[in-house]
C-alpha cells in the first residue's frame, strides 16, 4: 500500500451532512437555494451536532445536469452567489466547528468550457478524447465544431469527458493516448490548480465526482488510482488538513490509491452496490432496471438481511486497516431517500440507530434527519432523469423548513427548478420537529451526540455481531450494545448472558436472561455493565 499522510485527526470524528445547494434554504424569494440560504440555516446544522458538510456543485454552469456539467472550474454559479457569500459561509460554518467541502467534477465538463470551446475547432487539441473523421466508436458524438470526427462524452452529450488517458492502447483507435501524453498531463495539473483555488479559501476538501471513471479502459482501475496517488502526495504537502472524497463505491481500490474515504454507494464495487442497497432499496424510488432485484433488511416485513452489508464492510474494513476511512450515507442527490415507497416515518429511527453506531463516518443527506419523502412522479428537472424508472427529482426536492405552503421556499414558477411542495401529513417540517422532543429530528440530534461523547462508536472502535438478523444485535468497542429491529413484527434473539448498566437510547427494547428482544421497528442503545474484550 503506497504511503500517505495520515488522514487529518479530525475526520475520525466527522458526522457529514450533504447540502444540494439549490434546494436547501433560498434567501432571495427566488426559488432557488443560495449560499446566503445555508449561512442563515447554519445554526440548524450546529443544533444538530454535524460538523461537515458538502456541497453539490456551485460552480458556473449550463445546469443541463444540476451543475455537474462544470463551465468554470474558478467561478461560482451566480444563482448561488458571489465568491464573497461563499467565503462568509466557509467563515461562519468555521466558527461553529463545521467544515466545508466542495464538489470536484474531474472527469468531464460542459461542452460550454472554455477547454471544450478551444478543443473543438483545434484538432491538435487533446484535452478530450477525440476519434478522428471516418471513426464513430460506440458512445462518442458527432463533434459540434469545425474540427472533424466525434468525442466521448460522459452521462450526456453535453458534458464531453476530459482526457486522462487509456488504460490499454490499440493500434485500430489511434485516439487512445497514453495516461503521460500532454493532454492527460494538462488535466492533471488542472486538477491540482483548481483544488489549489478553493482550498485557498478554507475549504476542507473535496467530494469527488466519478472518481473511478478517468482513465479510460482501465480493468484493474491500476492507472487511474494512479492519477489520484499522484494528486494525494501533492496534497499531502500543499494542504495537510484537506480531504478527499471518493464517488468510487469500492474502498478497497480508492483508499489505497489515495483518497481519506469512500461511500458505500447505490453503485460500484465487487458487489454493485448491493451493500448499500441491501440496506435500504426497496424496489422503489430511484431504480436501475440493471440491478438485481434483492429484499432490503430495512423491510417492514422482514425479508432482508443484514448479511450482505457486513460482508462487504468487512471486506473492504480488513483491506483498509486504519488507512482510510468507508462512509455510510443514508441517501443522496442519485439515490431515493430513506423515507420512500411504502417504508413509513416510524421504520426511521432504526435506520438513524444504525446508520449512526456502526463503525463508518456517517453521512445525513439534507432532510433526511427529518423524514422527508422520496417524492414519485415530478417531472425531469436539470438532467434528473436517467431511466424509466430511475427520476431523481423525487430526491431533490426543498428543505421543509416552515409550516406554511412553499416550506420557505418561493411559490412561483420558475424554469428548471425544484419547486416546493404544499405541506402534509407525510411532509414534516424543521419547525414542527424542532417543538417536538419525540421527533425523529430530535432523536438523530441525541444519537449524533451520543457518538461524539463515546469514541467506542466512532469509526476506530470495535464491532462484535451478536444476532445478524431480526433484530441486528452488536457490541461497539466492548462498551455499548446496539440493537436494531426494522421489520414491523416483534423479533428475539439469543445471546449470551450480558449485563446493561444504563438505557441510553431505547424503545421497544427488553434485555432479560439471554434474550434481546425488541417491538416492532423497535431500537436501542446500552451500556454494558462490564467491558468486553
Given at each position: ?50 460538523n ?27 444563482r ?26 474531474a ?11 478551444a ?16 471513426h464513430s ?42 495516461v ?5 498531463r ?12 478553493w482550498?485557498g479559501?478554507?475549504?476542507?476538501g ?13 480493468p484493474?482501475k ?18 495537510p ?10 474502498p ?22 448491493r ?9 422503489e ?12 433488511f ?18 473492504a474494513?480488513?483491506?483498509?486497516g ?8 443514508t441517501a443522496?442527490?442519485?439515490f ?20 449512526l ?80 422532543d ?8 441525541r444519537?449524533v451526540?451520543?457518538?461524539k ?28 450494545l ?8 416483534q ?43
Amino acid at each position: 500500500m503506497t504511503s500517505f499522510r495520515p488522514a487529518p485527526a479530525w475526520l475520525a470524528d466527522a458526522v457529514f451532512y450533504q447540502i444540494y445547494p439549490q434546494s436547501f434554504a433560498d434567501s432571495n424569494g427566488d426559488g432557488i437555494g443560495d449560499f446566503d440560504g445555508i449561512t442563515e440555516r447554519l445554526d440548524h446544522l450546529a443544533w444538530l451536532g454535524v460538523n461537515a458538510v458538502w456541497l453539490n456543485p456551485c460552480f458556473v454552469s449550463p445546469f443541463g445536469d444540476a451543475g455537474y456539467d462544470v463551465a468554470d472550474y474558478l467561478r461560482v454559479a451566480p444563482r448561488y452567489g458571489t465568491y464573497d457569500d461563499l467565503a462568509r459561509l466557509v467563515d461562519e460554518a468555521g466558527r461553529r466547528g463545521i467544515r466545508v467541502l466542495l464538489d470536484l467534477v474531474a472527469g468531464h465538463t460542459s461542452d460550454q468550457h472554455p477547454w471544450f470551446r478551444a478543443a473543438m475547432d483545434d484538432p491538435a487539441d487533446d484535452r478530450y478524447i477525440w476519434a478522428p473523421e471516418g471513426h464513430s466508436p460506440d458512445g462518442f458524438v458527432p463533434s459540434p465544431g469545425s474540427r472533424p470526427g466525434t468525442y466521448l462524452p460522459n452521462f450526456f452529450a453535453f458534458q464531453p469527458a476530459l482526457n486522462f488517458g487509456y488504460g490499454r492502447a490499440r493500434p485500430d483507435e489511434p485516439w487512445r493516448l497514453p495516461v503521460d501524453a500532454p493532454g492527460p498531463r494538462a488535466n492533471r495539473a488542472a486538477l491540482r490548480a483548481v483544488m489549489d483555488h478553493w482550498l485557498g479559501l478554507g475549504l476542507a476538501g473535496f467530494r469527488v465526482d466519478m472518481a473511478a471513471s478517468l482513465v479510460k479502459d482501465d480493468p484493474d482501475k491500476r492507472e487511474t488510482a494512479a492519477v489520484w496517488t499522484e494528486l494525494r502526495h501533492w496534497l499531502d504537502d500543499a494542504h495537510p488538513e484537506a480531504v478527499l472524497l471518493s464517488e468510487w463505491g469500492e474502498p478497497e481500490v480508492s483508499v489505497p490509491a489515495g483518497f481519506h474515504a469512500d461511500f458505500f454507494l447505490q453503485f460500484g464495487g465487487p458487489t454493485d452496490g448491493r451493500a448499500l442497497r441491501s440496506l435500504w432499496s426497496n424496489g422503489e424510488g430511484t431504480v436501475n432496471e440493471a440491478w438485481d432485484p434483492l429484499d432490503c433488511f430495512f423491510d417492514p416485513e422482514g425479508r432482508g438481511s443484514p448479511h450482505p452489508f457486513v460482508e462487504a464492510w468487512r471486506d473492504a474494513a480488513d483491506a483498509l486497516g486504519d488507512s482510510g476511512f468507508i462512509a455510510l450515507p443514508t441517501a443522496n442527490h442519485d439515490f431515493s431517500r430513506l423515507n420512500c415507497g411504502p417504508r413509513t416515518a416510524g421504520q426511521l429511527p432504526a435506520a438513524f440507530v444504525f446508520q449512526l453506531t456502526w463503525p463508518t463516518l456517517p453521512a445525513i443527506y439534507y432532510g433526511d434527519e427529518i423524514g422527508m419523502r422520496y417524492v414519485p412522479g415530478l417531472p425531469g428537472k436539470e438532467g434528473s432523469v436517467l431511466g424509466p424508472r430511475y427520476n431523481r427529482a423525487g430526491s431533490r426536492t426543498p428543505m421543509q423548513w416552515d409550516e406554511g405552503p412553499g416550506a420557505g421556499f418561493s411559490t412561483a414558477p420558475a424554469d428548471r427548478l425544484y419547486l416546493p411542495l404544499d405541506p402534509a401529513p407525510d411532509r414534516p417540517t424543521v419547525a414542527a420537529q424542532r417543538a417536538d422532543d419525540t421527533s425523529l429530528l430530535h432523536l438523530v440530534r441525541r444519537l449524533v451526540a451520543l457518538r461524539k461523547g463515546a469514541p467506542e462508536l466512532g469509526p476506530g472502535g470495535s464491532v462484535e455481531v451478536l444476532h445478524a438478523g431480526y433484530p441486528f444485535v452488536y457490541v461497539r468497542g466492548g462498551r455499548y450494545l446496539v440493537v436494531v429491529n426494522p421489520r414491523r413484527e416483534q423479533a428475539s434473539c439469543s445471546v449470551e448472558r450480558i449485563a446493561v448498566a444504563r438505557s441510553l437510547e431505547s424503545d421497544g427494547v427488553g434485555i432479560e436472561a439471554g434474550t434481546v428482544s425488541a417491538r416492532g421497528f423497535g431500537h436501542g442503545v446500552f451500556e454494558l455493565a462490564d467491558a468486553r474484550g
